[in-house]
């Protein structure tokens, strides 16, 4: 029995995006259907544990949005989406008063404001937290308010797998229950993507199994364009050991609230790749000095680097990271208010995506819009810790906002063909009916080795180029996949689609990582070491030619004068005077030169 469906907008995706593309467009008047292929607030976004950016002003009252556009363009390595970034840094201060508004929970200042902590490569304490669990309060506060908002039906653990269309635009999408394995299909004026990012093509990963890029590569195949999918974020501090903990997020709050890195020698490192910035340095620049530490043979004993908080004290630790005091303690049996963490660089978030219109969340692709980390374009090159919840706030709202304003503004409902539905259906089950084929999970798993070793921090055309043979051999064999079993909640079955979708993510990943022949922002390119001026006024874009994937340059639209002057300017030094007292304090216990090694 087929489940079907009509709706005003439908959102694909439960997260903090979902959730707020949801509300907007109900409280603007419309029927909406949330489908989530998780459970509701199930989603990448309570791994951003750090806080939320916006210039308050709460504990700096020196900062500013023009500030924080300025620290934003230059984090990105200047091929941001500079309109996307002015409407952040001005409208992310409301969405933080109206997240309180709804009943957030933050931590407090001594005179009772909101509480904000420093992060890297921002020039002033701007990260309103709420603990060092900030993503999992916004998702209970989102949570809260979509259930109590009128006109919103959810649907989880209903996989959507594709998006219909009628004529070219989109009217729909349809996929599975997977509890029954039952067809869905999902009649909608309006479509908003927020289903997140795609971590899991990598083998060392802080995304849970949901992020395959299922939104990323179904708006490509129904004729949108992707972009900036070459900037691949590594989050420098991730769990490393044990190996069942491997590539989970240690917040960057640590390093905010003073954690210190040091390599094997006892060497506080950052000193020497960043002696200003220091741990709150970009995430790209960090990462890259861990790995530099370990290819140099000062890495920590499984690999990685020590991340030491211990000098705040017990009573300070357990308030400021009670998380990640339980994290250690439950999963790798440290306690962090008595030894260093042992960390190492993690996949976390992809600046690249659906490529949207700045204030309307709009893709090439009539009736369709994206927010938060599966759309492209305001975090450029690198994204600094904690614009990624206010990314999902602020255009998670502009695009249920577009999305309700062009369904209703329809002449008729769009209505597609069930023939589309039907032959995705087939494509689905049809692993079900081989006897013998393929394992989607060895698929899988060559695909997560290929792009570790030839498409992760240190790329080279040789390891990009061989990575994408190896996409084209696993999208070739992917053809005879087999499954066992029937389609209730079955893995192998979501594994098998999920894979399909990997691979055209994984391919424009590769692609634009070939074409940007540089070192900008997460691109590490080792055969092309610096920046290039020229690719510096570029973004690479995927489109569909003649059913294939082509990565072709677009020019980057002139920023008006004004925003030049802000983005011209330096990053301020960031807060890390308490690591720096920390590290003075060893230093002269140890009779050594501050930011030297144990002797």
Same mark, same amino acid.
């Given at each position: ?5 009509? &709706? ?33 607030? /199930?989603? +990448? ?26 620290? &934003? ?46 992060? =890297? ?6 990260? %309103? ?21 009128? =006109?919103?039906?959810?649907? *989880?653990?209903? &996989? ?66 992707l972009k900036d999918m070459e900037f691949v974020q590594f989050h420098p501090t991730g769990m490393i050991w044990p190996p069942g903990a491997r590539g989970i997020l240690v917040t960057e709050a640590v390093r905010g609230e003073g954690g210190i890195l040091r390599n094997r020698e006892g060497e506080r490192f950052m000193v020497r790749y960043d002696p200003v910035k220091k741990e709150l ?5 960090? %990462? ?8 140099? !043979?000062?890495?920590?004993? +499984? ?7 211990? +000098?705040? !004290? ?23 208010? /008595?030894?260093? *963490?042992?960390? %190492?660089?993690?996949?976390?978030? &992809? *600046? ?24 492209? !374009?305001? +975090? ?21 906002? %577009?999305? #309700? ?24 089950? $049809? ?18 080795? #290929? ?26 064999? #992917?053809?005879? *996949? ?38 900008? !922002? ?11 001026? $020229? ?65």
């Amino acid at each position: 029995m087929t489940v079907e469906v009509d &709706t005003e907008v439908l959102v694909i995706g439960a997260g903090g995006a979902g959730m707020r593309a949801a509300i907007a467009a109900a409280e603007a008047g419309c029927q909406v259907v949330v489908a989530s292929k998780s459970l509701l607030g /199930k989603a +990448h976004t309570v791994m951003a544990e750090g806080g939320i950016a916006a210039a308050l002003g709460n504990v700096d009252p020196e900062d500013s949005w023009e500030v924080h556009f300025g620290d &934003t363009m230059r984090g990105g390595a200047m091929v941001n989406n500079w309109r996307m970034v002015e409407l952040f840094c001005q409208e992310v201060i409301d969405r933080v008063i109206e997240l309180e508004q709804w009943g957030g929970v933050f931590s407090r200042t001594g005179g009772g404001l909101i509480s904000q902590r420093a992060f =890297g490569a921002h020039s002033w304490r701007r990260l %309103a937290h709420i603990g060092d669990r900030t993503g999992l309060e916004l998702i209970r506060t989102c949570q809260d308010r979509l259930v109590h908002t009128q =006109g919103i039906r959810v649907l *989880m653990e209903a &996989t959507l797998t594709r998006l219909l269309t009628d004529g070219d635009r989109v009217a729909g999408a349809c996929g599975y229950r997977r509890a029954s394995g039952e067809p869905v299909l999902i009649r909608a004026a309006s479509v908003v993507m927020a289903t997140g990012g795609w971590g899991r093509m990598y083998r060392i990963t802080s995304n849970s199994w949901e992020g395959t890029g299922d939104g990323a590569a179904m708006a490509f195949l129904a004729g949108a364009e992707l972009k900036d999918m070459e900037f691949v974020q590594f989050h420098p501090t991730g769990m490393i050991w044990p190996p069942g903990a491997r590539g989970i997020l240690v917040t960057e709050a640590v390093r905010g609230e003073g954690g210190i890195l040091r390599n094997r020698e006892g060497e506080r490192f950052m000193v020497r790749y960043d002696p200003v910035k220091k741990e709150l340095s970009s995430r790209d620049v960090v %990462a890259r000095s861990i790995f530099k530490e370990v290819q140099a !043979g000062r890495g920590s004993p +499984h690999g990685g680097a020590f991340l030491d908080i211990t +000098h705040r !004290g017990p009573s300070a630790i357990r308030r400021a990271l009670p998380s990640m005091v339980d994290q250690f303690s439950s999963l790798a049996g440290v306690d962090i208010t /008595k030894e260093p *963490m042992e960390v %190492a660089p993690t996949i976390h978030y &992809t *600046m690249g995506g659906i490529n949207v219109v700045a204030e309307t969340g709009a893709t090439t692709v009539p009736g369709l819009f994206a927010a938060g980390e599966v759309a492209a !374009g305001l +975090h450029g090159a690198n994204r600094l810790g904690g614009n990624s919840l206010g990314d999902i706030l602020v255009f998670g709202r502009r695009a249920g906002e %577009a999305a #309700a304003v062009d369904a209703h503004t329809l002449r008729r409902p769009p209505a597609p063909s069930r023939l589309q539905a039907e032959a995705e259906w087939r494509m689905v089950f $049809e692993p079900l009916e081989r006897e013998c084929g393929e394992s989607p999970f060895a698929l899988h798993r060559e695909l997560q080795e #290929a792009m570790q070793s030839g498409a992760a921090i240190a790329r080279t055309e040789a390891s990009l180029r061989e990575t994408l043979a190896t996409i084209e051999a696993l999208r070739e064999r #992917a053809g005879r *996949m087999a499954v066992p079993g029937g389609p209730a909640y079955n893995p192998g079955m979501s594994t098998a689609r999920d894979v399909h979708f990997m691979l055209i993510v994984s391919e424009a990943i590769v692609r634009g990582g070939i074409e940007r022949r540089e070192s900008r !922002g997460s691109q590490w390119r080792l055969d092309y070491p610096e920046r290039d001026p $020229e690719l510096g006024t570029l973004n690479f874009v995927a489109r569909q030619r003649d059913g294939q994937m082509a990565v072709l340059p677009v020019a980057i639209p002139p920023m008006p004068a004004p925003l030049q002057e802000l983005a011209a300017g330096e990053t301020r030094v960031a807060a890390t005077a308490l690591a720096d007292a920390a590290d003075l304090r060893a230093q002269r216990h140890r009779g050594a030169p501050a930011g030297g090694r144990r002797p």
